[in-house]
C-alpha cells in the first residue's frame, strides 16, 4: 500500500560542511515514537484491493495451540478440527459473532474492521486510551498508570479491565475481569486470566504491533504468546455496525450459521 503519512526533509551535515559537500536528506516521519492514535487495519489485510507496499515488514507468525492442560487439550482440539471440517463443507458452525456477541479481549484486538485509537491526556492525570473496534461496536478502556483489579475482585466484563504505563516507547497493559465464556479460539479459561500486551510502534511507524501473553494456571501449562500487527489507514471513518441488521442466526437441525435475507415483493 502506498504510504500516505506525510514527511519533512531533514538536513544531516554539519553547518560548515554545506558548503563542502552536498546536503544527505533522510525522511522523517511525522509520529513520535508513542504516537499510537489514529485508525488502524490489521495486518496483513483480510482483504484484497487495497494496494501493497514492497517495503512493507514482515507479517507476524499464526498464532500457536494454546498450551492447555491435558484434560482440556484433546476437546479443545476435536472441536477445532469439526469447526474446520464444517466450514470447509460450506456450513461454518454458529458463533458468537453470529449470535452478535462481540470477541471482547483479547480477539477484539484483530476484529475483521478496522480499530480507531483515541489517546486522551488530561488535565487532571486521569489519562486514558480507548480502543473501539468498529466489529460489533466494541469499545475498550485503558486507564494509565493505573493496574487492573485482582480477579476476584474484577466485575465481568467482555473487554475486562484494563490499566497500563509506558516501559520507555512501549505500552504495556495487563487486563482482568474477562468473562469466562467469552473465549479467543474457543479457548477456555478462568476468571483468573491475566491478558498482558506490549503495543508499540515499528522502525516504519505505519506499522504497529501488539505482543501478547495469556496466563491463566487453572487451564494453561505455561504462558500463550503470540504477536499481532496493524496498519495505519489515515483518513479511514469508522463506520456504524448494527449486528442485528445482518440477519445472522443458526440452523436449528445443524447449528450451522446462517443468513437470512427478506425480499420484498415490488
Known amino acids: 500500500m502506498t504510504r500516505t503519512a506525510k514527511r519533512r526533509l531533514v538536513l544531516l551535515a554539519a553547518p560548515a560542511l554545506l558548503l563542502a559537500a552536498p546536503a544527505v536528506a533522510q525522511e522523517e516521519s511525522e509520529y513520535g515514537p508513542r504516537d499510537i492514535g489514529g485508525t488502524w487495519e ?3 489485510s483480510a482483504f484484497s484491493g487495497l494496494g501493497s507496499d514492497s517495503e512493507a515488514p514482515v507479517g507476524p507468525q499464526p498464532v500457536p495451540d ?21 466450514t470447509e463443507a ?7 459473532y453470529t449470535h452478535c456477541i462481540g470477541e471482547g479481549m483479547p480477539g477484539m484486538m484483530m476484529g475483521m474492521f478496522p480499530m480507531e485509537v483515541l489517546v486522551n491526556d488530561r488535565p487532571d492525570g486521569t489519562d ?15 486507564y ?16 475486562g479491565h484494563s490499566g497500563a504505563h509506558w516501559e520507555g516507547d512501549t505500552l504495556v497493559v495487563e487486563t482482568t475481569g474477562v468473562k469466562d465464556y467469552v473465549g479467543y479460539r474457543n479457548v477456555p479459561h478462568s476468571m483468573n486470566m491475566r491478558i498482558t500486551e506490549r503495543i508499540s510502534l515499528l522502525d516504519d511507524p505505519e506499522y504497529m504491533q501488539n505482543e501478547i501473553t495469556v496466563t491463566d494456571p487453572e487451564y494453561l501449562t505455561g504462558p500463550w504468546s503470540w ?33 437470512t435475507i427478506d425480499l420484498e415483493d415490488d
Request: proline letters at 12%.
Open 66 to 86: 494454546p498450551p492447555l492442560k491435558a484434560e482440556y487439550f484433546p476437546a479443545w482440539k476435536a472441536e477445532q478440527e469439526e469447526a474446520e471440517a464444517l
Open 144 to 159: 494509565m498508570d493505573e493496574a487492573p483489579p485482582e480477579p476476584e475482585d474484577a466485575e465481568p466484563r467482555f473487554a
Open 90 to 96: 460450506g456450513l461454518p458452525p454458529a458463533t458468537n
Open 227 to 259: 504477536t499481532w500487527m496493524y496498519k495505519r489507514w489515515p483518513g479511514y471513518k469508522m463506520q456504524e455496525y448494527v449486528c442485528e441488521d445482518n440477519l445472522w442466526g443458526a440452523d436449528a437441525a445443524s447449528g450451522a450459521a446462517t443468513l
Open 42 to 44: 490489521r495486518y496483513p
Open 128 to 142: 486514558q486510551v480507548t480502543i473501539i473496534q468498529e466489529a460489533y461496536n466494541q469499545v475498550r478502556r485503558i
